[in-house]
């Protein structure tokens, strides 16, 4: 079957027609918010294993994937070396104090213009993917991949780009959940697995994605009191609270 095929079929339509009907309603109506909400993430859900249940690994979606795991590494390691730049700059500009810089990247927000569907129903359920409408993946708050610096007293640990990619010194192939054979030198990054194996993205969602976006935050820390004031030692024992 091909992919236009498949969004086709009455199992995907009937699944994406319920959670952006429910998404109506709870946009336009604010009927049953709360419940409406948790019954969309699991539709989500339900909706990546109906689509993963029509995927089966070949040449030509190896290339994509390849395209992929090429396209989201390379953004990791800017995403990397943005962080690092920020990080110094700031140090540089205060020493004193506890400084944090995050970085983090996401799928690109804009529908994918290479992507075989492109129907409106389609840009929909991308947009509550990926966090454009509401936050339906918790853990997907910290983006694909989240890169973190911060001072540690006199001590400052960055991360490697490898242990970034796929958390470890020496490259790894997180290809779990697919045929082993076909992939089994692609060297997949621990991002495509986070997004693969934890998330709501299914692999028709993920294969054509050739634009993310980078957030980054920077957070410095300081008090208006010398450290020895602050009382840190306190004993949970002592409950002069319950003395009448």
Same mark, same amino acid.
């Given at each position: ?18 959670? *952006? ?6 946009? #336009?109506?604010?009927? !049953? ?17 109906? +689509? ?10 190896? $290339?994509? *994937? ?5 396209? +989201? ?6 995403? #990397? &070396? #943005?962080? @690092?730049?920020?990080?110094? /700059?700031?140090? /540089? ?5 506890? @400084?944090?810089?995050? =970085?983090?990247c996401f799928l690109g927000y804009g529908y994918p213009k290479i992507h075989p569907v492109q129907t409106v129903r389609a840009r929909k359920i991308w947009a509550m993917l990926n966090g454009t409408i509401d936050n339906y993946m918790p853990l997907y708050?910290? =983006? ?8 540690? =007293?006199?001590?400052? &640990? @960055? $991360? ?19 045929? #082993? ?8 990054? &621990? ?6 194996? &934890?998330?709501? !993205?299914?692999?028709? %969602? ?16 300081? /008090? ?6 602050? %009382?840190?030692? +306190?004993?949970?024992? @002592?409950? %002069?609270?319950?003395? *009448?």
């Amino acid at each position: 079957m091909t992919v236009q095929e498949i969004f086709n079929t009455k199992a995907v339509q009937e699944i994406e027609t319920a959670i *952006l009907n429910l998404q109506y309603e709870t946009e #336009r109506m604010k009927a !049953f918010m709360d419940y409406n909400r948790v019954t969309i993430k699991h539709l989500l859900g339900v909706r990546k294993n109906i +689509l993963q249940n029509y995927f089966a690994m070949d040449e030509k979606y190896r $290339q994509l *994937l390849s395209e992929f795991n090429d396209a +989201l590494k390379l953004q990791l390691i800017e995403m #990397r &070396h #943005r962080t @690092i730049k920020i990080f110094e /700059s700031a140090k /540089s500009y205060d020493e004193k104090n506890n @400084i944090v810089v995050t =970085g983090k990247c996401f799928l690109g927000y804009g529908y994918p213009k290479i992507h075989p569907v492109q129907t409106v129903r389609a840009r929909k359920i991308w947009a509550m993917l990926n966090g454009t409408i509401d936050n339906y993946m918790p853990l997907y708050e910290n =983006g694909a991949c989240c890169f973190k610096i911060k001072t540690w =007293g006199d001590s400052v &640990h @960055i $991360q490697s780009e490898n242990k970034m990619l796929y958390l470890q010194e020496e490259p790894d192939n997180w290809n779990e959940g697919l045929d #082993r054979e076909l992939t089994k030198d692609m060297h997949l990054i &621990h991002a495509f697995h986070n997004l693969y194996e &934890h998330l709501e !993205f299914s692999i028709f %969602d993920l294969l054509w994605v050739r634009n993310f976006n980078i957030e980054l935050h920077t957070e410095i820390d300081y /008090s208006t009191y010398k450290s020895d004031v602050f %009382d840190d030692d +306190l004993d949970w024992n @002592i409950c %002069d609270h319950l003395t *009448l």
